[in-house]
């Protein structure tokens, strides 16, 4: 916990935790990896995190910050080991101001807290995770995530005004501004949104926030074995006018998986388009509905949808896919890649190769809308056949133009590929970018930079020590 003449306890005034219970819930995230903390430290306010970051410079002790710990990659796995910074405890609404189309929050407030203390007053936060029950803002902004409305409205990004951060420095900024606009250089905002609590520990986030619709309807569509999804994408994302604001599909394996859980009534074991429509007034709704309809038709899908009326238990039943397939399968290689809307079927046709060829199940689901997919292979993660069907997926994602990450972000797992996307001039600045908010290297580390260690400064931890902390669950 820090040398004997320097403890944490009389560093910070939030409360400092060690008991196995603790330690073991802050262990893990949502992917295969485990760490070991040495505490968990839930700071009381801003000053107090920057007295935790003196603390840890102090003493080379690396800190992870946490929200839900819902991340897919081990993003907030404490893969070094350190200490974790709780900040689910940072969960008030400081601010709602509706004149403005914005709100202050905590970085701990999870999601659809967030949603219902803007739901009195006509207003959303769009990014809406399938995590969104359970993951908090400030993780949203770690990983810059997205959901089924980013179609529409586009990913965490785009709705984060002004975060407060304190750097690796210690040093405590305010970064963005209120206003809807401005125009003031080069965007430091934008370098904390994604960074995976690697630059700095946010201590608040001022979000934009949009006016609700006041109709919404959610549409299951079946869809017919052979559909090119390729087509059905590009032709949804050309439609003016048609207040879609989420095309999700799910194969025909995962609708099974969700059928049989009992938690879905869908009506048989196929494929399915899962649509949000918004609109103002019903009639404007139906004409919208019979728009969508009609692309639909020219690309060969004609059966009738199960509508919603409240588009949100969609969502929620979206999220339960990976919940269920985490009940039926247990761990597995949970994927997240994303390529240009005219080559998903080519990228389909590989992902259905690479798990026939390794033997490995493949669950299909994603938010097609944007070419973003999240392939499931039931193999075990960490295994040679599961990193081979990693780095298979990865490398066909690259080669058809696409991203290795569309919303989960890179984690521990995934950053030996960030290089082979970026390159080594984006890398290097990265690096550079990193040193400068973090010179000693303190803030989660072994995330996302793909060699993170270069850029450190010798640790009071063997190496060896530090590489038995990653390891599977
Ligand atoms: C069932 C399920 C469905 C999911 N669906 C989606 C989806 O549809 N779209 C999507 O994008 N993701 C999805 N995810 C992934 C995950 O929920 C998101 O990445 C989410 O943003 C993580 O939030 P969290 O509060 O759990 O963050 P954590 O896992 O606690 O942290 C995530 C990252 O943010 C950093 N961080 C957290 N708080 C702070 C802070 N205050 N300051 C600095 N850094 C911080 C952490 O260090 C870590 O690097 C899903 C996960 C699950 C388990």
Redesign the pocket.
């Known amino acids: 916990m820090g040398a004997d003449d320097d403890p944490l306890t009389s560093a910070v005034r939030g409360r400092v935790r060690t008991d196995p219970a603790e330690l073991e819930r802050c262990r893990r995230?949502?992917s295969h990896l485990a760490g070991d903390p040495t505490a968990v430290v839930a700071p009381r306010d801003t000053e107090d995190v920057a007295a935790l970051v003196r603390w840890a410079r102090r003493n080379r002790t690396p800190l992870?910050?946490?929200?839900?710990?819902?991340?897919?990659d081990g993003?907030?796995v404490p893969t070094e080991g350190g200490v974790i910074v709780d900040?689910s405890g940072w969960n008030s609404v400081l601010e709602i101001a509706p004149e403005e189309l914005s709100a202050v929050v905590g970085?701990g407030v999870v999601n659809w807290s967030l949603q219902e203390a803007l739901r009195p007053h006509g207003l959303f936060f769009p990014p809406n995770?399938?995590?969104w029950t359970?993951?908090?803002i400030?993780?949203?902004?770690?990983?810059n995530?997205?959901?089924?409305r980013s179609f529409r409205y586009g990913p965490t990004r785009v709705w984060v005004r002004s975060v407060e951060?304190v750097l690796g420095t210690g040093v405590p900024v305010r970064w963005g501004a209120r206003t809807a606009k401005r125009s003031t250089g080069p965007d430091l905002l934008q370098l904390v949104i994604g960074s995976?609590?690697t630059l700095?520990?946010?201590?608040e986030v001022t979000v934009r926030v949009a006016a609700r619709p006041a109709e919404r309807d959610g549409l299951i569509v079946p869809l017919p074995a052979g559909i090119s999804l390729g087509s059905v994408a590009s032709r949804l994302a050309r439609l003016a006018d048609s207040g879609l604001s989420a095309v999700e599909y799910l194969d025909r394996p995962s609708s099974s998986a969700l059928r049989a859980s009992g938690r879905a009534d869908l009506p048989a074991d196929e494929a399915f388009l899962l649509l949000e429509i918004e609109a103002a007034t019903r009639g404007e709704l139906a004409a919208r509905r019979a728009r969508v309809a009609a692309a639909l038709e020219a690309v060969g899908v004609s059966a009738p949808p199960i509508v919603f009326d409240d588009a949100d238990r969609l969502w929620m039943l979206r999220?339960e896919s990976?919940?269920v397939l985490d009940e039926r399968m247990g761990i597995r290689v949970r994927e997240d890649v994303a390529v240009p809307l005219p080559r998903i079927d080519a990228l389909v046709r590989r992902l259905e190769a690479i798990g026939r060829d390794a033997g490995a199940p493949l669950f299909l689901f994603g938010h097609l809308g944007e070419g973003s997919l999240h392939p499931n292979y039931v193999v075990e993660p960490g295994s040679p056949a599961a990193e081979r069907i990693r780095a298979e997926l990865l490398d066909a994602a690259l080669a058809l133009g696409g991203t290795v990450s569309s919303?989960?972000?890179i984690?521990h797992v995934k950053r030996p590929f960030l290089a082979r996307e970026l390159g080594p001039a984006a890398i290097a600045l990265l690096r550079a970018v990193k040193r400068q908010c973090d010179p000693d290297g303190i803030l989660?580390p072994g995330?996302l930079y793909p060699d993170a260690r270069a850029a450190r400064a010798p640790s009071r931890s063997p190496s060896a020590a530090r590489d038995a902390a990653v390891r599977p669950r």
Do not use: I
Not at 145 to 148: F, H, L, R, V, Y
């Open positions: 995230d949502a992870v910050a946490r929200g839900a710990g819902t991340s897919l993003e907030s900040f970085p995770p399938g995590s359970t993951c908090t400030g993780g949203n902004v770690g990983t995530a997205s959901g089924p951060v995976e609590g700095g520990l946010v201590t999220g990976g919940v919303e989960h972000g984690g989660n995330k």
